[in-house]
């Protein structure tokens, strides 16, 4: 079962014009976290092995893993539940079942890669209320007992100290999860909304989402505690960027500000729902903030909170149309939804920088294959730019790619947001990826200093030292040739580098690094325009 995901950049001051200064290196820790399920969880052995072996070779920190509950459990298109199952016992599910999972915990352990188990849908038929539309059988408000006895199993399996077979060794622990894959959306979770029980409200639509969401973190939350896994990173959220607005049925899905307001049964003005208000949406009729606080401890007490900020074809800049959807442009209102959160249920924060985000899911959509993409090459550009404004936030602690190889067929609506395409050919963003390079402002003033973002992701852990190299355009067109202006060292898991020069003429500036095999890696190169007072061409 492998559900399709749809969409909903040295010389002297003299000879080049140049001066730097000494500038700190950047040292904020953000994770580099990968996802691709169908190299990864669907594919051949040797196929996933050597997608673990290119993932370890881009750097990559975690790969975030979908533990698809159907997948593993047993019958799980049987409407009846298997006789005697003891659905926490992880010997009770079939061992072919957990083998994709296993060989993906022992192949990242053994790359010093770590690991993201998202646990999510499909659920087992049996697991969840027969609806009105068959097609909504594994995603129909799953039980929250099945669901917190199939977390107990998965978090027995991957305690590290479970052996497969008596005196074996034990398979990797897992210390790092996140609860269901984007509860705001349809695909993922059903119903999003229902009909308004009051009495003559039946033909409107209150939220029912937000509520066996939450359900459903109590029961993961409960299992892991019950497993060991009590001081594990425990993510929740997981949300799609966007919803359809106030489009209500179904399988419509929600905003991601409005589904966070309703797990935490708070209205649009952040304020408690109440009476039959809050009823109707599975939430107290008179809040006792200190009791809900303790009935749902996950709420409070994750590690974090995780995300989906994609934009998919618009600028890492351009807000986002509707106040309640969350890109990469506005991730400071998420933080901000949080805060509010915590205040209003008189809940400390959980760290200086606010409410921890985690983002578990990004890229951009591109054309070729899908026309309405961007292009490749502005793909590379975006990514950068996008884990600029990341590394700008300190309460971001991921940084997301989602597939290394598009989706395929049909273009339009799976993402094609691989940094290879489907005949297995590199996007410039896979060198963007592995050395990446941004300049905020490309247009600067005589003496103005010209910042320099860098991205490293070395295979090995440990410092990298890099160049810093400029190549001036004179201005009859003619151009030198790149030279190294600077050094620079960061180091893992940081990933990142930040220089300062004072910029006197215009040219192309780029990053070279030498790995320890010495193959020499580029980055692409940003063109800087320096107004010296004579005009351009």
């Known amino acids: 079962m492998s ?18 200064p000494a500038v700190a290196q950047a040292d904020k820790s953000q994770e580099a976290m990968f996802q691709d399920d169908d190299l990864l969880i669907f594919n051949s052995v040797q196929g996933t092995n050597e997608t673990l072996d290119r993932l370890a070779a881009l750097g990559v920190d975690r790969i975030r893993i979908s533990v698809f509950w159907g997948t593993v459990a047993p019958v799980s298109d ?12 992880p010997a009770a599910y079939p061992p072919d079942n957990w083998a994709r999972y296993d060989l993906l915990v022992q192949g990242a352990q053994a790359r010093g890669m770590d690991v993201n188990f998202n646990v999510t849908s499909p659920a087992p038929k049996w697991a969840t209320p027969d609806p009105a539309r068959e097609d909504l059988d594994e995603t129909f408000e799953p039980r929250t007992d099945e669901f917190a006895a199939f977390v107990r199993a998965l978090g027995t399996r991957y305690s590290g100290t479970y052996s497969q077979s008596p005196g074996g060794s034990p398979l990797p622990r897992v210390d790092f999860w996140s609860i269901w894959n984007e509860p705001n959306q349809a695909g993922w979770l059903t119903p999003q909304w229902r009909a308004d029980p ?3 409200r039946s033909s409107f639509f209150v ?12 029961a993961a939350w409960n299992g892991l505690q019950q497993t060991g896994h009590g001081q594990d990173t425990i993510l929740i959220g997981d949300l799609a960027p966007k919803g359809l607005r106030d489009n209500r049925g179904e399988t419509r899905s929600i905003d991601a500000l409005r589904f966070l307001r309703g797990m935490y049964c708070l209205d649009a003005n952040a304020q408690f729902y109440r009476g039959d208000t809050a009823t109707a949406r599975g939430c107290p009729a008179e809040m006792d903030p200190a009791q809900f606080v303790a009935e749902n401890p996950g709420l409070f007490e994750a590690s974090g909170f995780a995300h989906h900020p994609y934009e998919l074809i618009a600028a890492p800049d351009d807000e ?8 990469i442009a506005n991730l400071h209102d998420l933080q901000t939804s949080l805060r509010r959160i915590y205040a209003r249920y008189r809940v400390p924060l959980p760290s200086d920088d606010g409410v921890p985000i ?11 294959p899908d026309p309405t993409g961007v292009s490749p090459k502005t793909q590379a550009e975006f990514m950068n730019w996008s884990e600029y404004i990341t590394f700008n936030k300190p309460y971001v602690r991921s940084f997301a790619q989602f597939l290394l190889v598009d989706d395929g067929e049909p273009v339009s609506t799976t993402f094609q947001s691989g940094l290879m395409d489907l005949q297995g050919a590199e996007k410039p963003a896979y060198d963007a990826y592995r050395v990446g390079l941004h300049i905020p402002d490309q247009r600067l003033d005589r003496g103005e200093k010209v910042t320099v973002f860098g991205i490293l992701r070395p295979e090995t852990r440990g410092e990298v030292r890099s160049e810093i190299q400029f190549r001036t355009r004179s201005y009859a067109g003619s151009s030198t040739s790149y030279r190294k202006r600077a050094t620079a060292t960061s180091g893992m898991p940081a990933h990142y580098l930040r220089r300062q020069f004072t910029a006197r003429l215009d040219g192309w500036v780029r990053i070279k690094w030498t790995d320890a095999a010495g193959a020499e890696h580029l980055s692409r190169s940003q063109y800087i325009e320096v107004d010296d007072g004579r005009g351009r061409d």
Not at 83 to 88: L, M
């Open 3 to 20: 559900p399709r995901r749809s969409i909903a950049a040295a010389l002297t001051c003299l000879s080049v014009g140049l001066a730097v």
């Open 78 to 89: 049987s409407e009846q539940r298997p006789a005697n199952f003891n659905a926490s016992d």
């Open 198 to 200: 009051r009495e003559g």
């Open 207 to 218: 939220e029912s989402a937000p509520a066996i969401y939450r359900g459903l973190v109590s």
């Open 320 to 327: 986002p149309r509707s106040r309640d959807w969350v890109t």
């Open 358 to 368: 985690w983002l578990t899911e990004f890229g951009y959509q591109t054309d070729p």
